[in-house]
């Protein structure tokens, strides 16, 4: 029996010349330099962040506010302001609930301002109560006087201009006031809740939410619904601002806080009673003079 070579028999190779050579099925690999540098190949993507040069005034920006050395904007200016108009539609639409439906030992500061008060809400509240009142004024002069024969409508647009001084001035000006007169007392006083002129604008802007339905049912000639509604619409606003600003004057003297809550609610109800009888009072109508009796003369030739 022929001996078989075994295939996986160890063969010394004795010509290693032969290895190089291309006829054989063999692959050769030598090194001739041992100190080859493999450098490894730079993917062809786009540019590294080093590439991009950095911006001085971006760069300038972030270290301030990173260190907390990032300055507000002057009071004067748009940019301090417009923050407070940067707000969303539904936080208005919360502020605005809480406002006309208030409960009790709620803080409209605290429950729903959260120290981010905003002066996008107040702002179209007054114009819409400004423009309800001007238009439901001149509705009602003109339901009043209809069917009247010498009567001839004519708008009364002085009407839209004394409602935006009386609305903006309370919004505005009684805030103002109300936060200085804080303001002086928590310098006396310790331990006050003090709020910010912001705030106060907020609240009072907020409390006047309630009066734009009752401007429009104002238009309706029957005047026990009209007092009616004003009665209501000052029962929520004034508890608004009671409950709100009660905190911050409650460990005064008695007398101190008495005399603010009351001047609070006090302007609150001139503001609603004195539009309801300028804008809507029916206009007493003079009686007719009676022509005096004719004299008649008779001249003689």
């Not at 490894?40 to 270290?63: F, I, L, R």
């Not at 024969?149 to 409602?163: G, H, L, M």
Request: charge should be negative; hydrophobic fraction near 45%.
């Amino acid at each position: 029996m022929a001996s078989m070579k075994d295939p996986f028999e160890f063969h010394d190779f004795d010509d290693s010349g032969n290895l190089s050579d291309p006829s054989r099925d063999t692959v050769a690999i030598s090194i001739e330099d041992e100190d080859v540098k493999f450098e490894p190949q730079k993917k062809a993507s786009g540019p590294s962040v080093e590439d991009y040069e950095e911006d001085p005034a971006t760069s300038n920006d972030q270290t301030k506010l990173l260190s907390g050395q990032q300055k507000d904007a002057a009071f004067w200016t748009f940019e301090y302001y417009q923050k407070f108009f940067d707000i969303d539609t539904h936080h208005v639409k919360e502020r605005i609930i809480g406002s006309v439906l208030p409960w009790p030992r709620k803080n409209f500061v605290h429950t729903y301002l959260r120290r981010n008060p905003d002066l996008y809400g107040p702002f179209w509240i007054c114009t819409t109560l400004v423009f309800a009142i001007a238009i439901s004024g001149n509705i009602s002069t003109f339901l009043s006087k209809l069917g009247k024969p010498n009567y001839k409508y004519t708008p009364e647009f002085q009407k839209v201009t004394i409602a935006a001084t009386a609305i903006f001035s309370y919004a505005w000006l009684l805030p103002l006031a109300l936060w200085g007169v804080l303001l002086w007392r928590s310098n006396k006083v310790m331990n006050l809740v003090s709020y910010s002129f912001i705030e106060i604008v907020c609240v009072y802007g907020y409390s006047l939410a309630v009066y734009i339905p009752a401007v429009i049912i104002w238009i309706l000639p029957y005047a026990w619904l009209q007092w009616l509604s004003i009665v209501v619409a000052l029962c929520l606003s004034g508890s608004v601002l009671v409950m709100t600003f009660w905190p911050a004057v409650r460990d005064d003297h008695p007398k101190v806080y008495i005399i603010i809550l009351a001047t609070i609610v006090t302007f609150n109800v001139l503001l609603a009673v004195g539009c309801k009888m300028y804008f809507f009072s029916k206009p007493e109508e003079l009686p007719e003079k009676s022509p005096g009796p004719t004299v008649a003369v008779k001249l003689s030739t």
